[in-house]
């Protein structure tokens, strides 16, 4: 508290308002009661000077402001920072004196809006517990091709109780591991984060090839961070740099090592399996984590430095990620909604199917173009002349407003260094890349939508355009985790559904009052066995004591075999839930549960599914509501 008090009074006097003022500052000023220092000038001016005595305070003084009046919009005050209730945190001395603090300072809204994201006096109030002893104890999504990464930016935040100590004979505090499923040994690949023996927080990317890898280091993490709670923020951008932050602050990753000869850039393996767990990285051995941790994320973009220290000081994504999700499979592609412009229109003005050709004006116009492409057979010619523009739209709509999307695309001019916008249907010009080269480049632009198309053109004159193989993805949370109470599974409230599970070793723990739980899983056909309790809803012990389900709902996405049907039940009685729910016919149903009394007062219960026989199709997403009964 010294510290503190030290700065305060010492910039209160800098500023202070007196009736005399000192010219020549390489003499030792005298003061009365009253009087001090003007010109501008501060205490840092004085240099090693002998501070006077009188209402100036000497530097290795205290001084107790108890009901005072300081006033004077030039005051400068010094304290670093409170945190949440009863946490307090001070610069050192070297930045309060240069005025180079970080104001950590969050006002209480800032408080309530960490509280409502799971941090109430930086502690995690709706988190995961893991043991750190049991064997194989991990969390695990498996995301598919919504989550499958590639080489794309990556953003994932972690709040989590740092370790006080090493866990002990060379094992990691194994954070999160972004690739394959893990096996019984290790990861094969993929992107990994962890503590080191010896305090040392390691970025791991390893390429699928053998084990060429990189590692990424801040050394003394866990002597810096012991036994506080964080929130660690970890990814890499488009370009496959690596991104670290600790409570929203950037801090730099070394590479302190390349195991082989990686052939990846950066951090930006390719991450080419959608597979995600925390905690751990191998479905054997305890080196896991140890502690609380809840994860956020991931999400498929690189968030920039603001956005992270907005989220670290209120909780608070940015509101395209808020109200949106990820997801890796594209809205268009060069096969998908015709991004590659290979299938013609129906002719005349109508060059390109699923494109409307109509935002033309003046000398603008388009042609198909089949010698200067980038792939395929064909290409987009966009030409303004002298006094016009011109642009392609995807018929859509494709876009949702006040969400976020990357496009991709391949461009060239014809040497005049001309642009390639992405627009609304307003005109407003959202992104822009250039200035174009004589030769195909892929570029790429992020913007969040204003109407419900994509609009893609020159509105410079003078130009000439190639245009081919266009993609557009959402950007924003692959997964919504929602940590659920006695129920070992994390519903995704985004939009993909993507379940994860939670293995002994980890235990929610939460406020109390979640009392509701939803299991939702997308199954092929061939997922589910036609034998009585053999697939199960989760990863075993689906109904906790006291709990049962509530109602099934199914969308069939793809129609199963005619007369297949889906029963939901328990060991015993295969339709204990739900009966002969129809696969036939793709659509949404909803079935209440046949039961709603609770299994066991004492002990879990493992839900199935079964179907009634044999399947050659087939596709359907499921999810189970579950309920505690009191």
Known sequence: MKKFLLFLVLACAAVAQVQNSYTDLTDKPTTVAGQGVTNGATIDSWGTKAVPTGTVIGTTDTQTLTNKDISGASNTYRQATTSAIGAVELATDSEALAGTDTARVAPISAMEGRALHGDVTRAIRDTLYFDGATVGQMVSFAGGAAATLGTKALTQSLWLDVPTADKG???????????????????????????????????????????????????????????????????????????????????????????????????????????????????????????????????????????VLVYAQTGKMPASDDIGTGNMVSIISPSVLNGGFETAGGGG???????????????????????????????????????????VRQSGPVLEIGKRYRVEFYARDDGSSASVTISSDAGAILATAGPLTSSYVKYTLEAVADNGAITIGCVQNNKIVYLDDVTLTQLGPIIKPVIQSNVPALWDAGANHITGFYTPGVTAVTDGRVQKARITRTLLHSDISSTAATTTVGAGNTLPPSWTVIDQQVRVITAFDGGITLDTGITGTSNKFVSARSLAT???????????????????????????????????????TLERAY
């Open 169 to 307: 004979g060379g094992a990691h505090y194994w954070l999160f591991t972004i690739g394959p499923a893990l096996t019984t040994t290790i990861e094969t690949y993929g992107l990994t984060a962890s503590i080191l023996d010896g305090g040392t927080l390691r970025l791991q990317p390893k390429e699928v090839a053998g084990s060429a890898s990189r590692n990424y280091d801040y050394i003394n993490f866990r002597q810096n961070y012991s036994g506080k709670t964080v929130l660690l923020t970890l990814g890499r951008d488009d370009a496959g740099t690596p991104l670290f932050y600790v409570n929203g602050q950037p801090l730099t990753l070394t590479l302190t090592a390349t195991n082989g000869t990686p052939t990846f850039t950066g951090a930006a393996v390719n991450l080419s399996e959608g597979n995600l767990s925390y905690g751990q990285r191998a479905t054997t051995g305890p080196s896991g984590f140890t502690g609380r941790m809840r994860p956020v994320g991931p999400i498929n973009r690189a968030w920039s430095a603001a956005e």
């Open 349 to 391: 003005a109508d060059i390109w199917a699923l494109w409307t050709e109509g935002s033309i004006s003046g000398t603008g116009a388009l042609a198909d173009e089949t010698t200067i492409i980038n792939s395929g057979s064909h290409a987009a010619k966009i030409i303004t002349g002298a006094g016009g523009t011109a642009r």
């Open 586 to 624: 793709p659509g949404f149903f909803r079935d209440v549960a046949a039961s709603l009394v609770p299994e066991s007062a004492t002990a879990s219960t493992t839900v199935y599914w079964k179907k009634s026989g044999s399947t050659t199709q087939g596709q359907v997403e499921i999810a189970l």
